[in-house]
């Protein structure tokens, strides 16, 4: 691989190192570096150790200023049931017999953050940890004409290699296979896709109906959807993951379509369109506030049911429990990764206790005010990282109703 990185300094301070994420190299091995340079001079003194790489800039990079990086890199990619060694997990990232899908698959400069550094959370056994500032992306691919690519924007064919471009992502991923079968749709100037493995047609075609309908609602509720397209893609494993304009579904959920929308075929599809709107529009720290997305996205869910069938909401409430495998003690909504307490509690919080407070929050403030307020807090932060700060003080503009029993009820710390 050969990558270029332009980098504008918004960060406010003087910057005298970078730090980026290297997530492959989190497999011994897996990240094999041959070149490293910034705006040309080589860079000989850097620390890779895990997913971090550092070093120390030539010459202090002043505010709103920009360096260009080049670095030079081969992947082994793991196979797919090769676990993350730092947390013994199964990744997204890496190959199974039928499938190549990278995520998190080349180094990016972690945001800076003023007064407080680079954010660079460690790995964790469930969750995400990973941070994303936007960025505009240029991709160029050569495969195999036999192998059908899904990635996070349009593919331009011509010359020797596909060209992909991606305006304001977080993440740009691809996932490949022989064996892709493609439905698509148009909503709007907006195509949506589901990528899937053959005799998954039902499914396939139920996770694009989500999808599109999923577009089309959200583009209605919380401001225009970012991209030209979305890809919806079979996964040949059980995790469901959001990138830029893609996302995965799981193989395992798959396996228990039945026909109707309720179901998680349907559900997650539904999910992880919304996290087109929070997590790729509004980005949030995944490790230490990850509610800020998965509540809004659980919570979405709710929308999308109550929107083509509000008979199914009762049942969608009640399924809450089953999908994540019990009925444990819910704590606070504000929790990070690492205070989860494994992923069936970690869940019941962030996305279960988040959604009945944003049920709350709008049972208590009005629908008005509510979807006001959603649709402002994704104009505000757009192309930002949220915080709960931003979403209590955005909240506030639009409404003046008394919301600190809530708050006290949900939270661990005030707003
Ligand atoms: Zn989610």
Redesign the pocket.
């Known amino acids: 691989m050969d990558q270029t990185i332009v980098y504008p300094n918004h960060s406010g301070e003087t910057l005298n190192n970078l730090v980026l994420a290297v997530v492959p190299n989190m497999w011994p091995g897996g990240f094999n570096m041959s070149g490293l340079s910034v705006d040309g001079a080589p860079i000989a003194d850097y620390t890779l150790s895990g997913q971090r790489l550092e070093f120390a800039l030539p010459a202090p990079l002043a505010p709103e200023t920009m360096l260009t990086v080049s670095i030079q890199y081969a992947l082994i990619l793991p196979f797919a049931e090769q676990r993350d060694p730092s947390v013994e997990r199964p990744r997204i990232y890496g190959f199974t017999d039928r499938q190549i899908n990278l995520a998190n698959w080349y180094p990016f400069i972690v945001p800076y953050e003023a007064g407080t550094g680079w954010v660079l959370h460690d790995p964790w056994y469930y969750g995400e940890h990973l941070v994303y500032e936007a960025a505009d992306y240029e991709v160029n691919l050569v495969t195999d004409p036999n192998v059908v690519v899904a990635a996070s924007s349009f593919a331009d064919y011509g010359g020797e290699s596909t060209r992909y471009t991606l305006t304001a992502g977080r993440a740009f991923a691809i996932s490949a296979s022989p064996e892709f079968q493609v439905v698509s749709k148009q909503v709007g100037d907006v195509t949506v896709s589901s990528y899937y493995f053959p005799f998954y047609e039902n499914p396939g075609q139920a996770v694009l109906d989500a999808s599109a309908q999923a577009v089309e609602l959200y583009s209605r509720l919380y401001g225009p959807y970012p991209h030209k397209t979305l890809a919806a893609v079979m996964g040949d494993f059980n995790d469901?993951?959001?990138y830029s304009a893609l996302y995965f579904h799981s193989r395992g959920i798959y396996n228990l379509y039945n026909g109707t929308l309720q179901n998680l075929v349907v559900a997650v599809a539904v999910?992880?369109t919304?996290?087109q709107w929070w997590?790729e529009q509004v980005a949030n720290d995944q490790a230490l506030e990850p509610w800020l997305?998965?509540a809004l996205?659980?919570y979405s869910e709710r929308l999308y049911y109550e929107t083509v069938d509000p008979s199914l909401v009762s049942w969608w409430w009640e399924y809450w429990p089953g999908r994540v495998g019990g009925t444990e003690a819910l704590g606070w909504v504000d929790i990070s990764v690492y205070e989860g307490g494994g992923f069936t509690p970690y869940t019941n919080t962030t996305?279960l206790l988040g959604a009945r407070f944003l049920e709350d929050l709008r049972t208590r403030i009005g629908d008005e005010a509510f979807f006001a307020f959603l649709q402002d807090y994704r104009s505000q932060m757009n192309g930002g990282i949220a915080t709960s700060n931003d979403f209590f003080t955005i909240l506030r503009q639009h409404t003046n109703v008394d919301i600190s029993d809530l708050i006290a009820t949900y939270f661990a710390t005030p707003h």
Request: proline share 0%.
């Open positions: 469901g993951m959001e999910h992880e919304a996290h997590f997305d998965e996205c659980a996305y």
